[in-house]
């Protein structure tokens, strides 16, 4: 349970920066709509929105990723071996897909629901960040040079805030997934991804740190 929960938590990643390109979108394009952000009843909408995809994730990986007998039988040597677990004793999300030369219905289809959540949320900001882009560098007559200069800095500073997730998170966790489904072992480059993951959150503040002078000079003269 605990394992599912944790899991869903980070998913929830791509949503809340979802949030993010949707107000930039907004103060670029469409100013009058940030009012909106502080309408009880839209905060209420966004608030089931993150909780129903931490929901599907969390079903996802509880009724649908969950470790198979079987599966954990064919790993059970090389967990004992490296990190001194026994994968038959413990609860375990894997993607269990090919059995007895068939792919299992179950995970394959729990990994196109995964799949299609992070398109959903990609889609969404690829979507935002053109319009957002047409509009820095088209003629908005409500926009003085200083407010588009300082917008497109604060644009610059959410897709270096949406790649590092992408990079350091969601390509290695999906390649993982992925990697399986194509029988390709990828036990080798499985290795990697606890490194990959605790990068993630001090390349984050760091990006702000390095994009945002503000910030940087805030902070050295503390």
Not at 111 to 136: D, K, P
Not at 180 to 192: N, R, Y
Request: glycine share 4%; hydrophobic share 50%; aromatic share 18%.
């Amino acid at each position: 349970l605990l394992l599912c929960f944790y899991l869903a938590l980070y998913t929830m990643t791509f949503v809340l920066i979802d949030y993010s390109f949707l107000y930039r979108m907004w103060a670029v394009a469409s100013p009058n709509l940030i009012a909106y952000f502080e309408n009880p009843c839209f905060i209420v909408l966004l608030l089931f929105i993150a909780a129903s995809e931490f929901t599907i994730w969390y079903c996802n990986c509880f009724f649908l990723f969950y470790g198979t007998r079987e599966g954990r039988e064919d790993i059970y040597e090389v967990v004992w071996d490296k990190y001194g677990v026994d994968s038959r004793a413990h609860s375990m999300i894997m993607g269990d897909f090919i059995r007895d030369g068939e792919y299992l219905t179950r995970s394959c289809v729990a990994y196109f629901v995964y799949l299609s959540v992070m398109s959903i949320c990609f889609g969404f900001m690829l979507i935002a960040s053109i319009r957002i882009v047409t509009f820095l560098r088209g003629e908005t007559s409500f926009m003085s040079v200083r407010t588009r200069r300082q917008q497109t800095k604060l644009f610059t500073l959410l897709c270096w805030q949406t790649l590092i997730p992408f990079l350091f998170l969601y390509i290695p966790c999906g390649a993982s997934l992925t990697l399986p489904l194509l029988q390709i072992d990828g036990s080798g480059f499985a290795d990697l991804i606890s490194l990959l993951l605790s990068c993630f959150l001090p390349l984050y503040a760091i990006v702000v740190l390095t994009m945002m002078p503000d910030y940087r000079s805030a902070l050295m003269s503390m």
